[in-house]
């Protein structure tokens, strides 16, 4: 097979039918840096994980899968033609769109309430689209007109629309099994019959942030079923590094490492009901 693309954590090959295998490695990113080492089997849980969720989200959009791989890691899929706008829906204030709150009281052009705090649940979900940068580079939100200006109103008003289905069936699937989804990023793009159709991974804890329901609470940082936990080791003082200085963070600990692992075992073991078997 033809090798195509490495991003931050999938590899991606053309086979000679012109099908594309995107192979999930166990590299884990933060502050736009492939972090080392890798996660155990975070991989082949984030794979697993998305075709559970391809399943449930069918009658909601199509996804490219064409079948499971030879590997728990590894998915056929169709080819498609990239929309260049991140998608994100968020339920609930965190990350980016706190700090945006904060700043002007809104996210991505849309004006929120007055009094909002650190993990506060939204009046309804929002369509929050950022720009799809290169690797190594941040992804800077937009607003609803910049993506016309981007792709046409018809094509903006599907993304939005897909956006926000996604994730309501999400955060209705996860919810019932303890799980809050704070907010998440899909992919979307065109497949040979211009059908727009969801792509790369989904409702993951890469793409997604995931609390425990039974622990949320707003005005703090919230527990997290995702790599929020490695986000705040690297800016804790005793990863000792300073994100400003532009070095590249240090090593992961033993430690972080195997709670990330468990964190993301987890995820997948409550919202899909089902042992992890690798």
């Given at each position: 097979m033809?090798?195509?693309?490495?991003g931050k954590?999938?590899d991606l090959?053309?086979?000679?039918e012109?099908?594309?295998?995107?192979?999930?490695?166990?590299?884990?990113?933060?502050?736009?840096?492939v972090?080392?080492?890798?996660?155990?089997?975070?991989?082949?849980?984030?794979?697993q994980?998305?075709?559970?969720?391809?399943?449930?989200?069918?009658?909601?959009?199509?996804?490219h899968?064409?079948a499971?791989?030879?590997?728990?890691?590894?998915v056929l899929?169709r080819?498609?033609r990239m929309?260049?706008?991140?998608?994100?829906a968020?339920g609930?204030?965190?990350?980016?769109?706190?700090?945006d709150?904060?700043?002007d009281r809104?996210?991505?052009?849309?004006?929120l309430?007055?009094?909002?705090?650190?993990?506060?649940?939204?009046?309804?979900?929002?369509?929050?689209?950022?720009?799809?940068?290169?690797?190594?580079q941040?992804?800077?939100?937009?607003?609803?007109?910049?993506?016309?200006?981007?792709v046409?109103?018809?094509?903006?008003?599907?993304?939005?629309r897909?956006?926000?289905?996604?994730?309501?069936?999400g955060?209705?699937i996860?919810?019932?099994r303890g799980?809050i989804?704070?907010d998440?990023?899909i992919?979307l793009?065109?497949?040979?019959?211009?059908?727009l159709t969801?792509?790369?991974?989904?409702?993951?804890p890469?793409s997604?942030?995931f609390?425990?329901a039974?622990?949320?609470?707003?005005?703090?940082?919230?527990?997290?079923?995702?790599?929020q936990?490695?986000?705040?080791?690297l800016?804790?003082?005793e990863?000792?590094?300073?994100k400003s200085?532009?070095?590249p963070?240090?090593?992961?600990?033993d430690?972080?490492v195997?709670?990330t692992?468990?964190r993301?075992?987890?995820?997948y073991?409550?919202?899909?009901?089902?042992?992890f078997n690798?």
């Amino acid at each position: 097979m033809k090798h195509v693309h490495s991003g931050k954590v999938r590899d991606l090959y053309e086979t000679d039918e012109g099908l594309l295998l995107m192979v999930a490695s166990d590299r884990i990113s933060a502050f736009d840096y492939v972090l080392e080492p890798g996660i155990p089997d975070k991989g082949a849980i984030l794979t697993q994980l998305s075709l559970w969720w391809f399943d449930q989200l069918k009658d909601v959009v199509p996804n490219h899968v064409v079948a499971r791989g030879d590997d728990s890691r590894s998915v056929l899929c169709r080819p498609l033609r990239m929309v260049q706008v991140e998608c994100v829906a968020r339920g609930y204030l965190a990350g980016g769109g706190l700090a945006d709150y904060r700043r002007d009281r809104a996210v991505s052009g849309i004006r929120l309430p007055e009094g909002l705090d650190d993990g506060s649940r939204l009046p309804e979900p929002i369509f929050t689209p950022s720009t799809k940068a290169p690797m190594g580079q941040h992804d800077e939100p937009i607003s609803y007109e910049q993506v016309v200006a981007e792709v046409g109103e018809e094509t903006a008003e599907e993304l939005r629309r897909i956006t926000l289905a996604v994730y309501e069936r999400g955060a209705e699937i996860a919810r019932e099994r303890g799980i809050i989804v704070a907010d998440t990023k899909i992919e979307l793009g065109w497949d040979s019959d211009g059908v727009l159709t969801l792509g790369d991974e989904v409702l993951t804890p890469d793409s997604s942030r995931f609390w425990p329901a039974d622990e949320w609470q707003p005005g703090r940082a919230q527990p997290s079923f995702d790599k929020q936990y490695v986000r705040d080791w690297l800016t804790s003082p005793e990863s000792g590094w300073d994100k400003s200085t532009g070095n590249p963070p240090p090593r992961l600990p033993d430690h972080v490492v195997e709670r990330t692992r468990q964190r993301y075992l987890e995820a997948y073991e409550r919202i899909t009901g089902t042992p992890f078997n690798g």
